[in-house]
T-cell receptor, first 112, second 113 residues
């Protein structure tokens, strides 16, 4: 089965600080995604990428940047963390754009 | 209004019973549907996909899609304690960004021993 790992698994950050969440997949998938999960909202797409060195905006990109330095790695960057960015963040990957997505275990971010 | 709406928000079912979950889309572009399951503290995991009208069965799980009404359901037969989880319906449009999934807000299933 597809393997997606995330680090850190949890993090406490201060308002205004910089946060980097990392994702690594070993499945040779082209597509990678970042979602956030909030109670009552399901999962919402922040950024995605279908090739190294290129990222695209998802549905809620404001306040987030993404980086895809290689096919295996995809990072989510919060340059100036805010209280509203407290959430659980999930990374996912898929072989092709239309295929099933495989999710990592998530990163719980608390911004104080 | 959310484009993918799920009901009920939560449901309890006795062990061995049948659980039925519903999902309706308000966007006619959504033609492809998935059901994902998320256990507490874990990432979502795809249960099954359904792209054609009718039923699709995988083990104890049966999905039903009606494209005309944009309604998809999931039925869990012989529910087990391990089925206690948050279930998401996800939909994708036929055109546009090929892999963009829109998720519903989820149905929490509790299987009572």
């Amino acid at each position: 089965e597809a393997a997606v790992t995330q680090s850190p698994r949890s993090k406490v950050a201060v308002t205004g600080g910089k946060v980097t969440l990392s994702c690594h997949q070993t499945n040779n998938h082209d597509y990678m995604y970042w979602y956030r999960q909030d109670t009552g909202h399901g999962l919402r797409l922040i950024h995605y990428s279908y090739v190294a060195d290129s990222t695209e905006k998802g549905d809620i990109p404001d306040g987030y940047k993404a980086s895809r330095p290689s096919q295996e790695n995809f990072s989510l960057i919060l340059e100036l963390a805010s209280l509203s960015q407290t959430a659980v963040y999930f990374c996912a990957s898929s072989d092709r754009g239309r295929d099933t997505q495989y999710f990592g275990p998530g990163t719980r971010l608390l911004v104080l | 209004q959310q484009k993918v709406q799920q009901s009920p928000e939560s449901l309890s079912v006795p062990e061995g019973g049948m659980a039925s979950l519903n999902c309706t889309s308000s966007d006619r572009n959504f033609q492809y549907f998935w059901w994902y399951r998320q256990h507490s503290g874990e990432g979502p995991k795809a249960l099954m996909s359904i792209f054609s009208d009718g039923d699709k069965k995988e083990g104890r799980f049966t999905a039903h899609l009606n494209k005309a009404s944009l309604h998809v359901s999931l039925h869990i037969r012989d529910s087990q304690p391990s089925d206690s989880a948050l279930y998401f319906c996800a939909a994708r449009a036929q055109t546009g960004f090929a892999s963009a999934l829109t998720f519903g807000s989820g149905t929490k299933v509790i299987v009572l021993p």
